[in-house]
T-cell receptor, first 118, second 112 residues
Framework: GAVVSQHPSRVICKSGTSVKIECRSL??????MFWYRQFPKQSLMLMAT?????????EQGVEKDKFLINHASLTLSTLTVTSAHPEDSSFYIC??????????????FGPGTRLTVL | LAKTTQPISMDSYEGQEVNITCSHN???????ITWYQQFPSQGPRFIIQ???TKVTNEVASLFIPADRKSSTLSLPRVSLSDTAVYYC?????????????FGAGTRLFVKA
């Protein structure tokens, strides 16, 4: 299947700092990218959906000013957690959907980024 | 978006066949059923997708009855490495903007 990468794989930061997580589709163009958050023993929670070149659509309850999403190209989306606090510590997963010549849009997930805020 | 209901957890032994059933009573006409597998601290991995009847690939089979209100993921001869969380999702296949919403999933424990 297609490859979606995330960087960094894990990050530890101090409270109040901002952290940027990158999501890249390595072998296809991602028209849509999704960002999820997952707490221990829980399911993935969709945070926002972004289409290349347009503003992200955030799910209810997700602060758009705190979780900044940029989808500047068809292969890169970034999630910036601004002024991170310990409660933002979580596993952040991106996914990308694109067309690789198949008859339908496929969705592929990144390996996730473990964020720990001290 | 059609809501899905799955068992919270299941136990099995190595070599057994495991069947995980998902209920999706409000599935729409153009919705497909997709199953993902997730290991701890990893992103979900696509297992199989289907619309009706039966779909089989190298790792699993998916059985969908005629009314499509449920589906069953069948894992033949599971091994310890199949211990993971399995998610059933329902959504349109070709709509580029549709959201993929995860339910609670089923935690499968495979014992030796």
């Amino acid at each position: 299947g297609a490859v979606v990468s995330q960087h960094p794989s894990r990050v530890i930061c101090k409270s109040g700092t901002s952290v940027k997580i990158e999501c890249r589709s390595l072998d296809f163009q991602a028209t849509t990218m999704f960002w999820y958050r997952q707490f221990p023993k829980q399911s993935l929670m969709l945070m926002a959906t972004s289409n290349e070149g347009s503003k992200a659509t955030y799910e209810q309850g997700v602060e758009k000013d705190k979780f900044l999403i940029n989808h500047a190209s068809l292969t890169l989306s970034t999630l910036t957690v601004t002024s991170a606090h310990p409660e933002d510590s979580s596993f952040y997963i991106c996914s990308a959907r694109g067309h690789r010549g198949a008859s339908y849009n496929e969705q592929f997930f990144g390996p996730g980024t473990r964020l720990t805020v001290l | 978006l059609a809501k899905t209901t799955q068992p919270i957890s299941m136990d099995s032994y190595e070599g057994q066949e495991v069947n995980i059933t998902c209920s999706h009573n409000n599935i729409a006409t153009n919705d497909y059923i997709t199953w993902y597998q997730q290991f701890p601290s990893q992103g979900p991995r696509f297992i199989i997708q289907g619309y009706k009847t039966k779909v089989t690939n190298e790792v699993a089979s998916l059985f969908i009855p005629a009314d499509r209100k449920s589906s069953t993921l069948s894992l033949p001869r599971v091994s310890l490495s199949d211990t993971a969380v399995y998610y059933c999702l329902v959504g349109a296949r070709n709509t580029g903007g549709f959201k993929t919403i995860f339910g609670a999933g089923t935690r499968l424990f495979v014992k030796a």
